[in-house]
């Protein structure tokens, strides 16, 4: 009998561990709604995209990004979305180093984006990244003006499929050395010039950061030309918290107070063993 008891007592136990779980787990699910939150698959290279989509709806998750449309099918049959798509690479032109602000590769990016930009739209996908290719001796001016001339052949398109290309703001002090789109204002006049509501930049927080900082302001300043937003502790590019020198639901709020309603990425890189844990501390940190 006593034996009987403690079986009973034991499953009881269980069975409420399993229900506080449970809980605890739906409880993931609702966030403020302000924003909405994604996640660059990058970051997790040992977690698969199938486990990570398992995952993300209790993370807080509607989006996993920086992917292509071969990955795509498999975010739907989870019902996410991909926010912002990666870029199309041919012949090693697209990525961040080889791009828009070489007149010799237009013809080539014209080409594989104009495949892309139909792609994404009858995926519904609303964000394509670009980039401006690094420096090389090329003064800012005329890569500026470089970019802003095989941007435009794109605009009608993008225009036609609701579909933004949108350049990412990087630092070339300590990631990726040369980039010519290292600073907000180079970015801005790039949209000036392309003069199309579907040209967009991708705020780095993280990248900005190192680069210029003043964060907040330039959130407030440029906002309207921003049509995504990544995160990542500085310095080190790791977690999102007390760790590092950004006051991330500060950053968070006044991106809100913008009236901004699309999302914000994490794309910081998990230091600590459980990857997951510091995915959800970091949603959590930024629903404001």
Known sequence: MSTRRNLIQSAAIAATAQSLSQRLNAADLVTKGNIQHSVCKWCYPKISLEDLCQSAKSIGLTSIELLGPAEWPTLAKHGLTCAMTTAPNIDGLGGITKSFNRVEHHDKLVEVYSDW?????????????????????????????????????????????????????LNSKVNHKDYQCDHTAWGVELCKRVGSPNMKLLYD?????????????????????????????????????????????????????TGFKGFIAQEFIPKRPDALASLRQGVSICDV
């Open 117 to 169: 930009i139909p792609k994404a739209a009858a995926a519904g996908i609303k964000n394509l990244i670009c980039f401006s290719g690094n420096r090389d001796g090329l003064d800012d001016e005329k890569g500026l003006a470089n970019c802003a001339m095989g941007i435009k052949r794109l605009m009608s398109l993008c225009e036609k499929n609701k579909v933004n290309l949108v350049m990412e703001l």
């Open 205 to 257: 927080i993280y990248h900005m950061q190192i680069m210029e900082g003043d964060v907040i302001a330039n959130i407030r300043a440029y906002h309207p030309y921003f049509a995504h937003y990544h995160t990542g502790g500085v310095p080190g590019r790791n977690e999102i918290d007390e760790t590092q020198e950004l006051f991330y639901p500060a950053i968070v709020k006044a991106i809100v107070e």
